[in-house]
């Protein structure tokens, strides 16, 4: 079972849209609590989405900023 922590972020992604990508699971930790958690399948993007464009000054994606 994921901690309070880790809740509040995926629902923070759900309210906000938030999609992760990789092409690896992706494992998030709560270091306040030493949880782990590998990411919720609602939450990742699919590799044959379009990748979502971001309008910003360093001209850089969505996609740009998850691999960063």
């Known amino acids: 079972m994921v901690c ?3 809740r509040q972020l995926y629902q923070l992604c759900q309210e906000q849209k938030i999609r992760l ?5 992706i494992h998030i ?5 030493g949880r782990q958690d590998v990411c ?3 939450l990742r ?3 044959d989405d379009e990748p979502a464009v971001v309008a ?3 001209g ?8 960063k």
């Open 45 to 47: 993007a699919d590799r």
């Open 40 to 42: 919720p399948s609602n």
């Open 4 to 6: 309070d922590h880790l």
């Open 21 to 25: 990508s990789g092409s690896d699971l």
């Open 56 to 58: 910003s000054t360093t």
């Open 60 to 67: 850089s994606t969505t996609q740009d900023a998850v691999l």
């Open 29 to 33: 930790v709560c270091e306040q609590c």
